[in-house]
């Protein structure tokens, strides 16, 4: 167990509907990642958040957004959405942004998210 | 651009042969490269992180080593527990997102 918590752990939704990702970091982390992985790509980095604010956004559609919160969670929205959204989206975490202090990323467990 | 290959693709051993993996990585400024082993449907197990050319890392079975320009992840005596898909990734010094290879899908057969 990594520590980081995502909810939910499945999900089903119909294309153009909205759905929200959630995401509880390890205790004690600042820094939010959230990633994209999809069955004909790697991991895909979308965006990162640290104590609050935005640090790195990466391939993330216009969308798609995200914010992290004063306890830390984070969220991640997808909306409009299409059948090529269905992915596992993965949230880590980490101390600090690993620039600053080369700290490791930790992954949760992934949400599962299928557009039908 | 940052990028990262892994090779093979799949790799299927009997349980006891040992075998290595490679990853081959160009980036501008390797801040550390990363280990991940990942189970079906399940999250990236942290392994390893590497920062510098000549450094190596050990772990059960596992041993990761770094040059300038690949890491190899060797598996010695491998069990069929070992079986997963191991993920290298890069991090630059520019940036803190890690880069992913598409990973080696190992399978450890008794």
């Known amino acids: 167990d990594s520590g980081v918590t995502q909810t939910p752990k499945h999900l089903i939704t119909a294309t153009g509907q909205r759905v929200t990702l959630r995401c509880s970091p390890r205790?004690?982390?600042?820094?939010v990642y959230w990633y994209q992985q999809s069955l004909d790509q790697g991991l895909q980095f979308l965006i990162q958040y640290y104590n609050g604010e935005e640090r790195a956004k990466g391939n993330i559609l216009e969308r798609f957004s995200a914010q992290q919160f004063p306890d830390l969670h984070s969220e991640l929205n997808l909306s409009s959405l299409e059948l090529g959204d269905s992915a596992l989206y993965f949230c880590a975490s980490s101390v600090e942004p690993t620039s600053v202090s080369g700290n490791t990323i930790y992954f949760g467990e992934g949400s599962w998210l299928t557009v039908v | 651009e940052d990028q990262v290959t892994q090779s093979p693709e799949a790799l299927r051993l009997q349980e006891g042969e040992s075998s290595s993996l490679n990853c081959s990585y160009t980036v501008s400024g390797l801040r550390g490269l990363f280990w991940y082993r990942q189970d079906p449907g399940k999250g990236p197990e942290f392994l390893f992180t590497l920062y510098s050319a000549g450094e190596e890392k050990e772990k059960e079975r596992l041993k990761a080593t770094l040059t300038k320009k690949e890491s190899f992840l060797h598996i010695t005596a491998p069990k069929p527990e070992d079986s997963a898909t191991y993920l290298c990734?890069?991090?630059?010094?520019?940036?803190?997102?890690?880069?992913f290879g598409t990973g080696t899908r190992l399978q450890v057969f008794p």
């Open positions: 205790s004690g982390d600042l820094s």
């Open positions: 990734a890069v991090q630059a010094f520019h940036t803190d997102k890690l880069i």
